[in-house]
Structures are given as structure tokens and as C-alpha cells.
């Protein structure tokens, strides 16, 4: 044994991996009874049954058309609130027609009976778990509508509410609450969100770093004294920042499929333009990281310039006299030192593209807004909206803190004041403005 004590703490970490794979494997092995059987989950959170899955087998028979399969649940569970969006068949049969009320839940085949042994999964959420912590028998009936035969049953086990689930129930019950902030909608649209979350980040930090060193290029075309590099830097920048980022991305995004030079770098791309990541396949990924790309360089290009021409050119004239040639006063004299005034300006710059992420839902990409929208239309409730602007906010709430911590920072380390005195300073100098100091968004009209 070792004196560190590594060897029992790796084999405690294995232990650990092997109860959680157990744990994992558990529920496999649990379908060996025989159907119908149910899986309920349940959201610890809210009083609501999340999902009830029920595997089914139709029993050994000759059936005719019409057939129903009817699903005896406890009367306080409400079955009678049922959507037909909440009730989900799946395996080789045909969508029955779905009707609830208040004693259950009622599948008709009424086209065609599924044969004898056809396996089906009946996936039900929207269930109202009772107050009463007790074992809630759920009866299957199957056959002719008018001669129904119990076929199976099965128990849903309910512990008593607590604080929180009795808060989010009485939330449930005042209208304006329940369409705007339900408790079990939210849970159950966070996994989704989640992921068109990570592709809103993964787009908004490939679209920056691709955007700042064009942003830069633009930037110096714009100062340069040839007009053949100062005017169309000039009309760039006023064609991105004059028109809503919306028309250009309808433009770029559909218009950039048609121009060669797109297809060929496509196909020169090879296994890198035929991934896929939570339904964004990699030619729609490059395609918002080019739009993206484009309008930030715009804005870019104005901070860039704003923070050069703030520093003093007497630092450029003492560069040059010291032998170094104007790329390198630019790229270890001046650059530097812009890029410490400008950095509150960048960040807020990367705040607002990451909110203009959003757009690209009127384009198809499953990004937070999207999923967002797809939870909406299935559950006709606005609450996934909610939840998708507690994602944004997740980001930008801290980005936007740090910006502010940041830009005082340089302001107290470029003039030696600021800092967090109060009131207005006293003296000489109290009224006389400074040349020189960090970029405010104002001065380079960011959006």
C-alpha cells in the first residue's frame, strides 16, 4: 500500500463508478416481468408525474376492429386534464384515437386492431400526483369497447408532498402562473434547453474569435490613407451596422449555398462538413459562424479603431525612432495597450452577439430560442420562453458584473481615479477631463 494513500482512494472512486453503473442497469433488468408493467418518474419538485411508461403486449386473441385499451387511473390523478398531446403510442400499430376522463385514460383502434402480440409503449405525462403518500393500483382493460377484459395492473408508489411541491401546486392552479411559469414544464424542457444552450455557446465562441481578427483587418484598412482600402472598409462597416441582422442573415445564410466558392470549401472540407451536434449538422453551424462572424467584425472594427486612435501618437512617433518598423509599433507598442482599454468594450461586445444568437431560430438551428419555441408549440405554454431566458442570463448576468468590475479597474489604473470613493472629488483637477482612458460603448455606437 502506498504512504499516500492513492491506492485506497482509487479503488473507493472504482466502488463508487460500480454502484452508479449498477444503479444505471438497474431499470434494464426490471422489464423481465411480464406486461403490462410500468417506469414512473417522477419530478421531486412540482407534485406532478412526469412520465408514466407502460410497456403492453396484446394478449392471444382473434380481434376485429373497433379495440380499446383503457388505462384505470386513481381519480386523483386527474387522468381528465389529459392532452392528447400527453399521451404517446409507439410500436407497429397505427395512432389510436386517445380519450380521457375522469376514471382513465381510453386508447381506441378503431382503423385497424393491432394482432396478438404486438408489444406497445405507452408513454402519459401530465399527472397529478395525490397528497396522500399510498400504493395507487392502475388497471388495464383490453377488447371491444362494450366487453372490456382485465388484462393486467400495476401500482404507482407516492410519498407525501412537501413544502415545495404544496408551493408549485398552488402555482399550478392560478392561471397566469401556470402559463408563464410552470414549475413541470420547466423541468422537463431544461435538458433540452440545455443542449440548444451548449450549441448557442459553441456558435457564439467560434463567431468572436473568428470576428476579432477580422474586426482588427478592417480596422486598419479604415485608417489607411490608400482610398482603395479606406472605402470599402468604410462601406462594410456602414452596410453591416446600418441593416438589422436578421435581413443579413436571410441573405448570407440561404445566399452563400449558390456561390461556388462556398461548395467547393465544402467539399475540399471532407469529414469535417458531415458532423453532427443536437441536430445542427456542420453546414448550418459554418453557415450562422459566417454571418455572425461578419456583423461582429463590423463592430469590432469601430472598437479597434476607437482604441488606436485613443492612445497618443507621440508613442507611435518614439516607437518608430527607436528602428522598429510600423508593423512591429503596431503589434508590441500600440496593439497592447488598445487592447486594455478596449477589453470592457470587447466583453460587452461579446455579451450582445451571445443575445443575438437567438435569431438564428428564424433559420432552423436548434439553438436555445429554438428549442425553446419546439417546447412552446407541444405544450401551448409560454413557460419554456422563461426558462430559455434564465439560460441567457445564466451567461450574461456574470459577463455583464465582470465588465463593469473591469472597466472601474482600468479607469483607477489609467488615471489614479475612480476606485470606489463616493461623492464628487474635490481640487484642481476634480473638473478637468482626462485624454486619455478606457472605451465606453457609447463612443463606438455599439448596438
Known amino acids: ?108 383502434f378503431t382503423a385497424s386492431a393491432p394482432p396478438a402480440g404486438t408489444a406497445l409503449t405507452i408513454d402519459i405525462t401530465g399527472l397529478t400526483t395525490p397528497d396522500v403518500s399510498d400504493e395507487y393500483p392502475v388497471i388495464v382493460r383490453y377488447g371491444p369497447p362494450d366487453a372490456l377484459t382485465e388484462v393486467g395492473s400495476f401500482v404507482i408508489e407516492v410519498t407525501s408532498p412537501n413544502v415545495f411541491q404544496r408551493v408549485f401546486r398552488a402555482m399550478e392552479r392560478i392561471p397566469f402562473l401556470r402559463l408563464f411559469f410552470s414549475p413541470s414544464i420547466i423541468w422537463g424542457a431544461l435538458p433540452l434547453l440545455w443542449r440548444g444552450f451548449q450549441v448557442a455557446v459553441l456558435i457564439l465562441a467560434v463567431s468572436y474569435s473568428v470576428g476579432i481578427p477580422l474586426g482588427l483587418s478592417i480596422s486598419f484598412m479604415k485608417m489607411a490613407r490608400l482610398p482603395l482600402l479606406r472605402w470599402p472598409a468604410t462601406v462594410y462597416i456602414d452596410l453591416v451596422r446600418g441593416t438589422p441582422l436578421l435581413v443579413q442573415l436571410l441573405l448570407v445564410y440561404f445566399g452563400i449555398t449558390f456561390v461556388p466558392a462556398w461548395r467547393i470549401a465544402m467539399d475540399a472540407l471532407g469529414p469535417l462538413a458531415s458532423w453532427q451536434i443536437y441536430n445542427v449538422d456542420a453546414t448550418q453551424f459554418y453557415r450562422a459562424v459566417l454571418v455572425l462572424s461578419l456583423n461582429s467584425s463590423a463592430y469590432m472594427a469601430e ?120 461623492g464628487k472629488p474635490r481640487g484642481p483637477l476634480a473638473d478637468e477631463p482626462t485624454s486619455e482612458g478606457t472605451i465606453s460603448t457609447s463612443e463606438v455606437g455599439l448596438r
Open 1 to 108: 500500500m502506498s504512504k499516500d494513500g492513492s491506492a485506497p482512494r482509487m479503488s473507493h472512486l472504482f466502488a463508487m463508478v460500480a454502484t452508479v453503473l449498477f444503479a444505471l442497469a438497474l431499470p434494464t433488468f426490471a422489464f423481465a416481468a411480464a406486461p403490462p408493467q410500468a417506469e414512473v418518474t417522477f419530478i421531486p419538485v412540482t407534485g406532478t408525474i412526469d412520465k408514466v411508461s407502460i410497456e403492453f403486449e396484446v394478449p392471444d386473441g382473434e380481434y376485429e376492429p373497433p379495440m380499446a385499451l383503457v388505462l384505470e387511473f386513481p381519480t386523483e390523478m386527474r387522468a381528465e386534464r389529459l392532452r392528447g398531446t400527453d399521451v404517446r403510442v409507439s410500436g407497429e400499430v397505427r395512432s389510436p384515437a386517445v380519450t380521457s376522463a375522469e376514471d382513465g385514460v381510453t386508447l381506441a
Open 303 to 422: 472598437i479597434f479603431r476607437a482604441g488606436i486612435q485613443s492612445i497618443h501618437k507621440g508613442q507611435l512617433e518614439a516607437a518608430r525612432s527607436l528602428g522598429m518598423t510600423w508593423p512591429k509599433s503596431m503589434a508590441f507598442v500600440i496593439i497592447p495597450q488598445t487592447v486594455r482599454r478596449i477589453l470592457p468594450t470587447m466583453m460587452s461586445e461579446f455579451i450582445l452577439l451571445f443575445k443575438d444568437t437567438s435569431i438564428l431560430f428564424a433559420v432552423g438551428i436548434f439553438e436555445l430560442t429554438l428549442q425553446a419555441r419546439t417546447i412552446q408549440a407541444a405544450k401551448f405554454n409560454m413557460s419554456p420562453y422563461i426558462a430559455a431566458a434564465g439560460f441567457y442570463l445564466l451567461l450574461t448576468i456574470p459577463l455583464g458584473r465582470f465588465v463593469a468590475n473591469l472597466e472601474q479597474r482600468l479607469s483607477v489604473a489609467e488615471t489614479g481615479r475612480g476606485g470606489r470613493k463616493r
